[in-house]
């Protein structure tokens, strides 16, 4: 989720430096002093080509610290992207109008429990609890989600982050395990945007945390019989202000997760 004016993003392409570096340890190095590092990286690229495969373009993935981040906002673990890349395509993603290869399976769909760490702003607890209010407002769906107030119980956590960026927050996508996404983390650098870009906001990284993609992309898995263009969305990749699900949201929220 970035803002509208800050559209080009400056993420770079990281895995090419490394990879360049590698090469350079590689050939002036003795082999065993460089075995490990050299085996990691390889990993990464590996994963990288897979979700470049995926239909991601490799300029919008970022590896940091064990996670991909795939379009700025969309994080997948470093194990999760190997067991994708293991088991194939069987169940691809989808966005919202595309969506995850990984949906949040039956035994939690109907209840993800949403935990907020206590150093979340006020102004951000208001927009996480009017996110999880506009999902369960959407019917003839069995997706549901509840605020937890215990940390252990909890299937998604909420934190703050802090980076000079233009991702205003950024969650992570279903695991092969069929749980909702882990983590959504919010940047403190946009505290001060409106309330309604906020909730925009939130709703939208659950969106993620559910297995939907960016309408404004076309990676994943096309959720047939929703729109191709639908610039309201909430899964488009810009924050608006919060004026409900689209219809081709609400289309794709029921043939996801239907009752
Ligand atoms: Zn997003």
Redesign the pocket.
């Known amino acids: 989720?970035?803002m509208k004016t800050m559209h080009l993003s400056c993420a770079k392409p990281v895995l090419t430096i490394v990879l360049s570096v590698s090469t350079l340890l590689f050939s002036c190095k003795k082999e065993e002093t460089v075995t490990k590092p050299q085996v990691a990286e390889g990993e990464i690229a590996s994963l990288t080509s897979y979700l470049t495969n995926q239909g991601f373009k490799a300029e919008d993935i970022q590896f940091k610290d064990g996670n991909f981040i795939v379009?700025?906002?969309?994080l997948i673990s470093q194990e999760d992207v190997a067991v994708r890349m293991k088991e194939g395509d069987s169940d691809v993603p989808q966005t919202e109008q595309w969506r995850n290869q990984y949906r949040v399976n039956v035994n939690y769909n109907n209840n993800i429990k949403i935990y907020i760490e206590p150093s979340v702003p006020a102004a951000w607890k208001t927009a996480v609890k009017g996110a999880v209010a506009n999902w369960n407002a959407v019917t003839n769906t069995r997706l549901a989600m509840s605020i937890v107030t215990t940390k252990s119980a909890a299937h998604t956590r909420i934190f703050m982050g802090s980076e000079d960026a233009n991702w205003v927050a950024?969650?992570v996508l279903p695991a092969s395990n069929g749980k909702p996404g882990t983590t959504v983390e919010i940047n403190s650098k946009f505290n001060s945007m409106a309330a309604s870009q906020k909730l925009f906001a939130i709703t939208?990284?659950f969106?993620?945390t559910v297995g939907y993609?960016?309408t404004d992309q076309t990676n994943g898995i096309f959720i047939p019989g929703t729109p191709s263009v639908d610039a309201k969305s909430v899964?488009n990749?810009f924050v608006l202000p919060w004026a409900g699900f689209t219809a081709g949201d609400i289309k794709a929220i029921r043939l996801i997760y239907p009752l």
């Open positions: 989720m970035q379009q700025n906002d969309i950024r969650a939208h990284e969106g993620h993609l960016h899964m990749s």
